[in-house]
């Protein structure tokens, strides 16, 4: 028993991958980004993404079969695809004290290495896309990343 306890604790402190300091981090909405990133704002409000939460008839909003894919994290209160769907949770790497301009203009690298391991994603990838952009869309038609991807970038930077 106490071997196991042993080996317990050291599974949870010896091999937990880095990313463990944002553990517990929750999503805060487009709003808190939206907040600094006003441009990058500007141009996902144009995009489906925005809106994908309307597409979905009274009843289907509250289907979780429906919400999964067109809310943030199965949230209704957080309608549509917002930015932490692909970026990862925010409430711990968007602090002032992560993400700061002036604090970090000498030093970028080092807030972008804060910033990923309280659970910054920067490149979300093809594979971030697919867990809604696939079969079990009752609307899917093909998804090639390439092509989909230049019609939702962040244009104006
Ligand atoms: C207090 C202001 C502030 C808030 C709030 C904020 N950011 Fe940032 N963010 C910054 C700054 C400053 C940078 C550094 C790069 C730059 O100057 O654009 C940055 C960088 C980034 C990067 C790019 C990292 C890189 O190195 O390329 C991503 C992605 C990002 N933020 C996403 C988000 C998301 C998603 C949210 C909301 C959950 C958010 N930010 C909230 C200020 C903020
Ligand atoms: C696995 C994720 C997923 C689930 C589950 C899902 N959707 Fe969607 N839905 C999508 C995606 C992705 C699109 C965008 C399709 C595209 O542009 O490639 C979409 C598009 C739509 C559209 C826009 C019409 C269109 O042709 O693009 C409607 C309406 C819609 N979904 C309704 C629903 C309803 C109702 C449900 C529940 C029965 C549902 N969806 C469940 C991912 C999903
Ligand atoms: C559907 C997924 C998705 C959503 C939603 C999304 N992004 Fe991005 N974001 C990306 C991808 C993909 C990149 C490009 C990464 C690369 O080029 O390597 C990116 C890049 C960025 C960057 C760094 C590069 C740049 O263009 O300045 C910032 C900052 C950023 N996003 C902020 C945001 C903010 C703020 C929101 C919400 C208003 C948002 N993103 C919504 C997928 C997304
Ligand atoms: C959480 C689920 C989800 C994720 C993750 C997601 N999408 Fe979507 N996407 C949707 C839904 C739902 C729609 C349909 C919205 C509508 O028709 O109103 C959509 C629509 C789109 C559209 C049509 C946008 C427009 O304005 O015409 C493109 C392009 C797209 N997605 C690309 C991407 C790419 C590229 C990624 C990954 C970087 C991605 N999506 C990630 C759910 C998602």
């Given amino acids: ?18 990313y463990v300091k944002a553990d517990g981090a929750t999503y805060k909405g487009v709003k808190k980004c939206k907040t600094c990133h006003i441009k990058i704002y500007k141009t996902w409000k144009k995009t489906k993404h925005s809106k994908a ?3 979905l008839k009274d009843a289907e909003k509250k289907d979780p079969k ?7 994290n199965n949230d209704p ?4 695809i917002h930015c932490e769907v692909c970026h ?7 602090s002032a004290k992560i993400m700061n301009k002036k604090k970090y203009k000498a030093n970028p690298e080092l807030q ?8 910054l994603i920067i490149a979300p990838d093809e594979h971030t896309c697919k ?5 079990r869309s009752p609307h899917y038609k093909g998804f090639d990343f ?8 962040h244009k104006n930077k």
């Avoid at 209160?77 to 549509?80: A, D, E, K, Q, R």
């Avoid at 972008?112 to 659970?119: C, D, I, S, T, Y």
């Fill in 1 to 18: 028993m106490r071997k196991l306890t042993i080996f317990l604790i050291l599974l949870f402190f010896g091999f937990t991958p880095a």
């Fill in 146 to 153: 390439k092509k989909r991807y230049e019609e939702i970038k």
């Fill in 66 to 72: 429906c919400i999964e894919c067109h809310t943030t």
């Fill in 112 to 119: 972008r290495k804060l910033a990923v391991e309280a659970g």
């Fill in 131 to 135: 867990k809604c952009h696939n079969e």
């Fill in 88 to 94: 990862g949770p925010g409430s711990k790497f968007s």
């Fill in 53 to 55: 939460f309307d597409q």
């Fill in 77 to 80: 209160n957080l309608p549509g």
